[in-house]
């Protein structure tokens, strides 16, 4: 299935309450190598054939425009996955 | 900032609701080639080094065991971003 993935994170200067959490349990936990976690979403567009430059532009203003909320949301990348 | 991206995404099996309805409502603004979306969760771990194979593997085990629920997830990815 081919697919074009949008990655979208909390922008670096918003507290992600949920990231810090996990980032506590997994100091709790043992793994003080780990300083900071944050959670954003991982968005799967699914096309019935390979994605061209066409539809990886318009994935891209969909990702700017519907995906993400640019307020407090920054989208990291858009890329073409067969 | 040195940082693993483990990919989590809702099993193929399983319903996505939030995602349909964003293929549904995408679909209506008329992007016809979109045949689904899925929506699943991108996690950054953050290190104060540049993670190393221990890190990693220490990470695809986090990510099995804490950072997804095996039962209606899928870890996809698990890769180091420096």
């Known amino acids: ?3 074009i993935i949008v990655e979208v994170m909390p922008k670096a ?10 980032a506590n349990a997994l100091q ?6 780990i300083s900071n976690v944050r959670i954003g979403k991982r968005i799967e567009l699914h096309y019935a ?3 061209t430059e066409a ?5 891209k203003q969909i990702a700017a425009d519907f995906l993400s909320n640019g307020v407090i949301e920054d989208v990291v990348n858009v890329t073409v996955e067969n």
Do not use: I, S
């Not at 709790?28 to 190598?33: I, L, M, P, T």
């Not at 539809?55 to 994935?59: E, F, G, I, S």
């Open 55 to 59: 539809d990886l532009a318009a994935a």
């Open 49 to 51: 054939h390979t994605p």
């Open 28 to 33: 709790r936990k043992g793994n003080a190598e």
């Open 1 to 3: 299935m081919p697919k």
């Open 13 to 22: 200067d918003l507290l992600d309450p949920a990231g810090k959490a996990v």
